[in-house]
């Protein structure tokens, strides 16, 4: 429906509806950001203060980093984990995904749709299993445990290897015609032409593994090795529930988010225009 002056009525609506659920989503986010910068006794007025009228920013800020929970500690424990395990995963499910997408071998589709159904299992049902796998392993209470659980994807094999299939036999034919090996192929023809669906799997690993709390609960116990989820609730058992404080330290855990995805989000929306185009 356009009315005389050429104005889309039902864009219009629709445009106003996005605003209005973009700002109802965006809500919490920046009631943490105005929470983090307030004194105490300002947090839980109503109706909301979005401004602050007592700024306390400094104070609240530095206590989180400064005071006596090494939060430091906690941020770099999880850039580690988070880092090492988006590299090791995007690695392992890229080169299994090109595997079963462009090698022939015996049994290849019956070995896939058993990965595939695993991935209908509730990651619930495994932990008991893990963590006595774990504690067999030696692994349990250490960074290289958290780093492995995470590291083997059904996901990230799954999307890369539909991906992979859109890469023309053709083109690894005639490569492998003029002597080029199966590694070869992959790192110089097939890796490039899927590195949008690589950097949006990349992405999303390390937003998964970086707000991940269940895991590091469930397998870390010396306090020393903790992530910086676990540290927030500590940190909250600590003070108490000082709520700006823990807004405050909230605010800085999802600082590495935000690089990523502003350096990254170009590739995501690439892929996902990829993926759109295959259908």
Do not use: C
């Amino acid at each position: 429906m356009t009315t005389t002056k050429g104005i889309d009525i039902k864009k219009l609506i629709v445009t106003i509806i996005m605003a209005i659920l973009g700002i109802v989503f965006l809500m919490p986010f920046i009631w943490m950001i105005s929470a983090s910068f307030k004194v105490e006794t300002d947090v839980l007025t109503y109706p909301i203060q979005w401004i602050p009228e007592t700024w306390n920013a400094v104070e609240n800020y530095k206590s989180v980093w400064t005071g006596t929970m090494p939060f430091l500690l906690l941020y770099w424990n999880s850039i580690k984990v988070t880092v090492l395990t988006t590299i090791t995963s995007v690695t392992v499910s890229s080169l299994a995904a090109y595997g079963f997408a462009k090698i022939n071998f015996r049994g290849s589709n019956f070995l896939f749709l058993i990965i595939l159904a695993t991935f209908m299992i509730p990651p619930q049902t495994l932990l008991v299993t893990q963590f006595l796998l774990f504690r067999w392993l030696g692994l349990y209470d250490t960074h290289m445990g958290l780093i492995l659980l995470n590291s083997f994807s059904v996901f990230g094999t799954f999307m890369l290897r539909q991906f992979y299939l859109g890469i023309s036999n053709e083109l690894i034919e005639s490569a492998r015609m003029d002597g080029a090996g199966h590694f070869r192929i992959f790192a110089s023809i097939a890796l490039p032409l899927v590195r949008p669906a690589i950097a949006t799997y990349a992405i999303l690993r390390f937003i998964w593994t970086w707000n991940d709390f269940q895991n590091p609960l469930i397998f870390l116990r010396t306090k020393e090795l903790y992530t910086i989820q676990l540290g927030i609730q500590s940190f909250a058992d600590q003070h108490g529930s000082i709520y700006s404080l823990m807004m405050a330290a909230s605010v800085s855990a999802i600082i590495p988010l935000l690089i990523i995805f502003i350096l990254g989000q170009k590739h995501v929306i690439e892929g996902i225009q990829l993926g759109g185009v295959k259908g």
